[in-house]
C-alpha cells in the first residue's frame, strides 16, 4: 500500500486495537469461569508468539542471541502484569478491572524519571492528581477500603508501567515485531511453569467449544492482530492522536462490560473512569492536540 493508502488506515487500526483490547476484558473473565489464571495466559502467549513469529518470518535473518535475554526481561514484567491484572479481574468487574489498569500510563513518566533522570511535566503531575481522586471514586467502599480485585488491578499498573518502561531500556536498535516474539515466548513459558506448580491442567475445559471461542479471540485478536495493529497504526498516525486513541481502551472496556457483561455502573463510579480517562490523556498527550487547535 502506499503512504496516502496507510495514513488514512492508520487511525482506523489504532480504534480497532482499541476496542479489541476493551473488548478482551469481559471475554477474559467468562475464560476464568472455566481456564485457570496460569494455563489460561500460557495458552493464550504461546499462540501469540506463534503467530506473531510466523507473520514476521523474514526478520527471523536479524536474529542475534541478546533478543534472548532482552525478551526474558521484559517478557517477565508483561508476565507478572497479566498475571496480576487476571488475579484481579477474578475479584472485580471487568469494567473496573479496565479502567483501573490504564493507572499505568499516568505511572510510566515517573517510572521513567527513576531510572532516566527525566523530570515529569507539570502535566503529568496534574495527571497523577485526577488519576488518584479517580481511583478513589471507582475502588474505595463505604468504609474507605479497597477489595482485593481492585487492589490486584492497581498492582498489575505497577507491573504495567515496569514493563514499558523496560521495554525502553532494551528495545533500542532491536526490531520491535521480533523483540515482542521472544517477549511473547518467554511469557507463555513463565505461565507453563506457573500453571505446572500451582495449577491442575484443564485438559476437559479445552475440549469444550464454549472455552475454545474466547480463548482464540484472546490469542488470535486481543494478542496479535492488536499488536499489529497497534503498531502499524502509531508508524503512520501523529503521536498525540495515537495516544488519545489507544486510552479509548478502558472506554471501550466499559461499555462492552455494561453491554454484553451486564456490568452495573453507577454515578460515583462514572466521574471516577471520567477522572481517570482525562488523566490518561493528561499524561500521553498533555493536550497537544486542544493547544494545537487554538494556534
Known amino acids: 500500500m502506499n503512504e496516502k493508502m ?35 495466559l500460557a495458552i493464550r502467549f504461546t499462540a501469540g508468539a506463534v503467530l506473531l513469529g510466523l507473520l514476521c518470518w523474514k526478520k527471523w535473518k536479524i536474529f542475534t542471541p541478546d533478543y534472548l535475554w532482552r525478551g526474558a526481561v521484559i517478557g517477565g514484567f508483561l508476565y507478572l ?32 524519571w527513576a531510572f532516566a533522570k527525566v523530570r515529569p511535566d507539570r502535566y503529568n503531575v496534574i495527571a497523577a492528581v485526577l488519576c488518584v481522586a479517580g481511583v478513589g471514586l471507582v475502588s474505595l467502599t463505604g468504609d474507605l477500603t479497597v ?21 525502553a531500556k532494551v528495545s533500542p536498535g532491536k526490531d520491535i515485531y521480533l523483540l515482542t516474539v521472544f517477549q511473547f515466548a518467554f511469557s507463555g513459558l513463565y505461565a507453563w511453569i506457573g500453571g505446572a506448580i500451582t495449577e491442575t491442567f484443564p485438559a476437559q475445559a479445552l475440549a469444550r467449544p464454549e472455552v475454545l471461542l474466547p480463548l482464540a479471540y484472546l490469542a ?14 502509531q508508524v503512520w ?18 461499555l462492552c462490560s455494561v453491554v ?3 456490568d452495573r455502573v453507577n454515578g460515583r463510579m ?26
Not at 507491573?159 to 518502561?165: L, R
Not at 462514572?270 to 494556534?295: D, H, M, N, P, Y
Open 147 to 167: 477489595n482485593p480485585g481492585d487492589g490486584l488491578t492497581l498492582v498489575s499498573a505497577v507491573f504495567y508501567a515496569s514493563h514499558i518502561v523496560a521495554v
Open 6 to 40: 496507510m495514513r488514512r488506515l492508520a487511525k482506523p487500526m489504532l480504534f480497532a486495537a482499541a476496542f479489541i483490547w476493551g473488548s478482551s476484558f469481559f471475554i477474559m473473565k467468562d475464560a476464568l469461569d472455566a481456564l485457570p489464571v496460569q494455563y489460561l
Open 270 to 295: 462514572l466521574l471516577g473512569f471520567a477522572l481517570i480517562f482525562i488523566a490518561v490523556v493528561c499524561s500521553e498527550t498533555k493536550f497537544s492536540f486542544v493547544r494545537g487547535a487554538k494556534l
Open 237 to 254: 498516525s501523529d503521536p498525540a492522536s495515537a495516544s488519545v486513541i489507544l486510552s479509548l481502551e478502558s472506554v471501550f472496556g466499559v
Open 220 to 233: 488470535v485478536m486481543a494478542t496479535t492482530a492488536a499488536l499489529l495493529f497497534q503498531n502499524v497504526g
Open 260 to 262: 454484553f457483561a451486564g
Open 81 to 112: 502484569a497479566y498475571s496480576v491484572q487476571t488475579y484481579g479481574l477474578a475479584l472485580t468487574t471487568p469494567s473496573k478491572n479496565a479502567f483501573l489498569t490504564a493507572v499505568y500510563c499516568v505511572l510510566v513518566p515517573f517510572f521513567y
